[in-house]
């Protein structure tokens, strides 16, 4: 994929992603208001349930299908269109067996997980789409490798609007809102909407499908062989995020907090805190895909000077915007959070993890660097490491510290994942980080830039003033890291030219 579609490709996802991400915060706020931040909370747990399920129903059917595709592309005469067989067979092989566990389960998993056997009919509801969710997930990966990433963006705004449409919908006829028929709600929106997902999908790569009928590389038991460690890292990441959010409320409670308060507080860290600091990322979402293509084929073809550009690129632009955005959260936090009705609690945590934000954003594309790069026992090991961390700070200081407890857990596994996938990345592609161009000066201009609003709020006395006088910091730090660039490139410009005329 030459530069110019990548940059194409990446624009076009980042405005289906902003949109999405904007609709999804929207919804929650509406959500907040209409049935309270407390069974906003249930909902974040059974999501966060089902996002296991999901991952273990499926076999990280996306990843698995963009990456294997990716390596068949890059290879002479090969069968991308075997490999999508291959993957939508063992995503079946996975899918039924555990869609008709969980449902025949349902009910003690749902008092198990979700402590209320209320739930178990959403739980049943959920499983049967299961497979077919799968699949779908299988068709969006073969779309992303073969460069058609308008096709799926497009089917993810179907998805989203008609779930979000069915949802409130169903909670507006709803004359009570219970635990159990919010999440039956839930249920049906997710049916509805990857129902008709299906159909796209199935419509785009109809129309998509490549006309070769070479030799493939893989056979299905070597693809369910390579596909295996794939799965197991998924598992193991939904699984450790599923154990720590039901922590999170039981943890609360140790605390001294009521359980209504405690699920309060969760469903508005879920629902609020969360999104805005995940919130400027969907540009790095959006690359996230493209990347495991990209690195997947560069390995493929043993191209090693592109997989170094390429890595080098990525962690500058990504530290680059997101020490920007953390310089902005950390200044207006509390603006935010009292804009998206969170309160001062809101207000506060986005201003306290705001430094954590160049890690998690970093996590994004490191990712999908190592994953591409055949990195995966790594990124799983890596995992279950920051899990471990992050679980095991959650057991000892929430009950001691309350919410000051999840900050310190998000700190302390973020900062140490995060150091090692970069070592891990920079080490694989052979390249040298340097803390001053990529660290330092970025957070510079970021720290310069953002005097202009400062003093625009000093002297305009006026907070709906911030907004307009954003676009000149933006500017201000586009400037600033767009000379240092050309700057730093100088000295390795005269020290090629004069290797030139020595030769």
Known sequence: MQ??????????????????????????????????????GIVALTGSFFQLAAVAANGNGFLCTSRFVSEELGKPNGNPNRV??????????????????IFCSAEPLSLRFLKSADLAAAVRIFTLILPLGGVCSCLKGYL???????????????????????????LQLQSVHTNASVCMAMAYSTGCSTILGFFCLLWFCWRSRLPRTGTCSLSFGRYIHAAIPVLFGGCLTAALSS?????????????????????????????????????????????????????????AANNQAHLQR????????????????????????????????????AGHLIRL???????????????????GMGQQSFSSLNYLAEYTIRIAIVLVCI???????????????????????????????????????????????????????????????????????????????????????KIAAIPLLSKKQHVCSSA
């Open 353 to 371: 993890l705001a430094p954590v934000v160049p890690f998690i954003y970093l996590e994004i594309v490191l990712e999908a660097l190592l994953k």
């Open 243 to 299: 154990t720590n959010d039901a922590l999170i409320p039981v943890t609360l409670r140790q605390a001294g907090n009521s359980t209504e308060l405690a699920l309060s507080q969760f469903g508005t860290f879920e629902a609020i805190v969360i999104p805005v600091l995940f919130f400027p990322s969907t540009i790095l979402c959006a690359l996230s895909g493209i990347l495991i293509t990209e690195a997947a084929r560069a390995t």
């Open 84 to 101: 999508l067989g291959y993957a939508i067979g063992f995503c079946l092989l996975l899918g039924i067996p555990v869609s008709a566990l």
């Open 310 to 345: 390429l890595t080098k690129a990525v962690i500058q632009k990504t530290l680059q915007l997101s020490i920007f955005i953390a310089t902005g959260l950390l200044l207006y936090g509390n603006l935010i959070g009292t804009l998206l009705d969170g309160g001062a609690l």
């Open 144 to 170: 992303n490798a073969v460069c058609r990433v308008a096709d799926p963006a497009i089917c993810d705004i179907v998805e989203c609007l008609s779930r979000c449409g069915v949802l409130m919908l169903l």
């Open 3 to 40: 530069r110019k579609s990548i940059l194409k490709d990446t624009i076009q996802l980042t405005v289906v992603q902003f949109f999405l991400e904007w609709v999804s915060l929207l919804l929650n706020v509406w959500l907040t208001h209409r049935i309270g931040s407390a069974t906003v």
């Open 399 to 485: 009950p001691k510290f309350g919410f000051y407890g999840i900050v310190l857990s998000y700190y302390a596994s973020n900062v140490c994942g995060n150091c090692f996938r970069l070592w891990k990345t920079c080490k694989t592609a052979r390249i040298r980080f340097s803390f001053w161009s990529d660290v330092g000066f970025p957070l510079f201009a970021a720290a310069l830039a953002f005097q202009v609003p400062l003093c625009g709020l000093r002297l305009l006395h006026g907070m709906q003033f911030v907004w307009i006088c954003l676009l000149p910091a933006i500017l201000i730090d586009y400037a600033l890291l767009k000379s240092y660039g």
